[in-house]
């Protein structure tokens, strides 16, 4: 799978030297890279099973520049991949050996803060929680954080729309940005939202959110600020079966409070954590988090009602944070659970999947029995509050068929998900990963229909080719080898 | 600017005999209304201005009703209007003579509640209310209200992307809604979005969102529910000066407190209510109606939070609701605004634009002095919290040129407020009433992205054709005769 090209072939030098040669006449100096050994650290996201060098690497600085780009290679017919921090876990960033890496990194400034309308227009590559430093002094911060907000940027937030720990109540970054300039491959500079709550026209600005680069280039963001809660709390209760611990996260939602975060670890999440680090997790088969933030008092009168919701689901022991210490302790568990469970094994593969809550215990149920079936564990952590789980398979790349193995049983899991009313893809978005697992989940007139969309926008198809949305080709190729004996799936009218 | 149409027209009648025809053979026996007399209803919707016949109206009740006459008429070239309870107040469901009016009214089943989920599943034509009234017993209900709750219904929310008081706190329709089931204008049914937080692909289910019956139409929406608060209550404000009421509301927002219902009025509103009806309001400049809900303990800590704010800001009377009698009947001066006004004067126009929070007392400012430019008196009231203001012009139809004044009056607020950084519209939707402000409010390349993502779901564009989205040649007219010496106007990268 590892297909790390040589990028000496003649073909592609000599449409190298060429498109090197139209850009270095509108673009600074250094903003190109074009030697194999300057393209290397750009050949994979974090999905790092999958390299391919780029046929060159652009840096641009700012929007004039990012136009410049885009309408060669749209004058030349080069297909252009753009690339914010390279954190993302679906391959969205890998590049093409025949098309430019669009890397906008350099665009890391904040442009302005608008204090009492609380929002911040910043560039692309500003990262996530540079942002929130930076308001910090206002007692203002950006609220979604998908985990890796120390360094992903706000530009592939974006880009795959991102999520996290706090979107079940701050929501996804769609419902944290205000509005977004994006550029066009033929180098057409959009507008995109407004300040306010609406705006007039179709809603660009929510579709460009999870686009995955197929669309445009976001060159500039205008995020929504919120002001910093007062007080956090966690209450954390400890469950002798998985199910009971899944009807309290469904119970703490009925009742209508909204935690900060609502998360679930397993039994084998739990053991890897409680060897990592002096978290003192209890020993049990299923953990909830849940934590309040808002006023003291909003806190104190949730974070009983939490607590008893908890006991009356049969926690055997509920714990809660008496002070930010404490707090932070408790969590650190849940923050470290990957690492934790990178050392059961040489290798792990995280899928994202998103199930509807009351799914929970059923499909972790089938993920046991695929577990069983492919001869590889997998340990559970999830966003339990909107669904999204995060099975974690582990294997070892170095035991021949193993991570061929893992993908299978990956691709597997993503369809229980889907089987099960949900989606394939809670988070991380879908990129060259889980692009087959897209023909499980949508019929071929949807398919057609984002190829539709797609062709409204990017007609020639330069932007980021064979990523997030499948060929009707593919799809059938794939249907034919793996789904429902040839059939291709046709939408459920009862899929929720 | 009345248009009724002489139905009788030779040629309509001919392609109405056709169609009704062919559709006879597919739709059930009472579907289709042909008669003059059984058309005039259908004439217009709450923009009762614009009124015209359509060719006909058909009265679906199933989704395959639909498909057949969306085929039909694609197959025929025959242009498609859908409307729901037609309380659209900016003529999206005007019907065109040549074309069909896909009367949803009758698909008015709750077809499943979900209440681990908290979803329902409904056909277009439930009411708003009713949704809500049907999951009470559950302790659930949903949230959106564009104050139009009794009659409209949930297909024209969801294609107007309905607003109203509560969407500073739980949003607009779109973050209320999990998934849609749509025709496309060939007769293929789409299902979008799904039971999680986010779905792969594109976003069409934000996309449909506020698409005014332009890209396809909405047969099933599958709602999310919320735990009625349990507590409420409402503090109102009365300010010598409407800046301070501004400044009021600013300073509320930025105190990261998160009202369920943040309203304004001014002077000439408050008068009207109190001539209206016995509510007692102060006799002030503008008044503040601030509102909490949730649990007693977070509505009694936010509400002296709040009551302290507006005394700061310069309040010289705070009042706060005790009982739910008193906060029902505070509430019915701002429930009884328009009809209020509307005794002030024979007729009024309804504005509807939204403007960043921080330049109210500038846009007020300026709709004063277009109001004594043209002769008409405004009196505003808004959902101030959101920025989105309703300005009335008040007119006289029967006063010759006063309509036309007023419409006028009208397009130049809704460009101070685009000016201001705002839209043009906050929550009534574009249609035909403000397809003009739309050449003020985006670029020729920005309208040119509309019309190719148009295409990419109705390439004939027979969906609604001459509403929401204005044709280039058209912004070219009304940008030579009204915008800026007959320059169109380009993005402002300093808009908000």
Request: aromatic share 4%; glycine share 10%.
């Amino acid at each position: 799978m590892t297909s790390t090209v040589d990028t000496s072939k003649p073909d592609l030098d000599q449409r190298r030297a060429e498109l090197a040669n139209r850009l270095d006449h509108l673009l600074p100096a250094g903003t190109l890279l074009t030697h194999a050994e300057e393209l290397r650290p750009f050949e994979c996201d974090a999905l790092s099973a999958y390299r391919r060098q780029p046929l060159m690497v652009a840096m641009p600085k700012t929007v004039t520049e990012v136009q410049a780009v885009l309408r060669t290679c749209h004058d030349m017919d080069v297909p252009v991949v753009a690339r914010g921090a390279g954190t993302g876990l679906s391959g969205g960033a890998l590049p093409l050996e025949q098309g430019v890496l669009l890397n906008l990194s350099r665009m890391d400034q904040v442009l302005e803060v608008d204090v009492p309308n609380r929002l911040a227009r910043v560039q692309p590559g500003v990262r996530n929680l540079h942002i929130s430093d930076h308001v910090a002094r206002h007692g203002l911060y950006y609220a979604p954080d998908p985990s890796s907000q120390i360094a992903c940027s706000i530009g592939g937030n974006v880009a795959e729309n991102a999520g996290g720990v706090h979107c079940l109540k701050y929501g996804l970054t769609v419902h944290n940005v205000a509005s977004v300039a994006v550029v066009t491959i033929d180098g057409e500079l959009i507008r995109l939202g407004g300040a306010g709550l609406d705006a007039s026209g179709y809603d660009l600005l929510a579709l460009i959110h999870g686009s995955e680069g197929l669309l445009a280039v976001i060159v500039e963001i205008t995020v929504r600020l919120l002001p910093k809660p007062v007080h956090a709390q966690v209450a954390v209760g400890a469950f002798t079966r998985v199910d009971e611990a899944g009807d309290a996260v469904a119970s703490i939602i009925a009742s209508g409070i909204l935690p900060a975060g609502l998360e679930m670890m397993d039994r084998g999440c739990i053991e890897a954590v409680n060897a990592f680090l002096d978290v003192g997790y209890p020993d049990c088969a299923g953990l909830v988090l849940c934590e309040l933030d808002g006023t003291e008092a909003e806190v104190k009168s949730q974070i009983e009602a939490v607590s008893q919701i908890l006991r009356d689901s049969g926690a055997t022991e509920v714990t809660v944070s008496r002070t930010e210490e404490e707090r932070l302790k408790l969590w650190s568990g849940r923050k470290a659970a990957f690492p934790a469970v990178g050392r059961l094994a040489p290798d792990y593969y995280c899928m994202d999947g998103t199930i509807p809550r009351r799914h929970l215990a059923r499909v972790l149920n089938e993920i046991k029995i695929l577990s069983e079936r492919y001869g590889l564990s997998v340990v559970n952590v999830f966003h339990a509050g909107d669904g999204n789980m995060h099975p974690l398979i582990l294997y070892d790349a170095n035991m021949e068929g193993e991570l061929e193995r893992a993908e299978k049983l990956g691709g597997k899991i993503l369809e229980a998900c889907v089987e099960a009313g949900g989606t394939i893809t809670g988070e991380h978005g879908v990129g060259i990963e889980k692009i087959d697992q897209m023909c499980v989940q949508f019929s071929t007139i949807e398919l057609q229909q984002f190829h539709d969309l797609k062709a409204a926008f990017d007609p020639r198809g330069l932007l980021n080719p064979g990523k997030a949305v499948p060929t009707l080709a593919r799809c059938a190729e794939f249907g034919a080898m793996h789904v429902h004996g040839g059939q291709l799936p046709f939408p459920d009218l009862e899929r929720f």
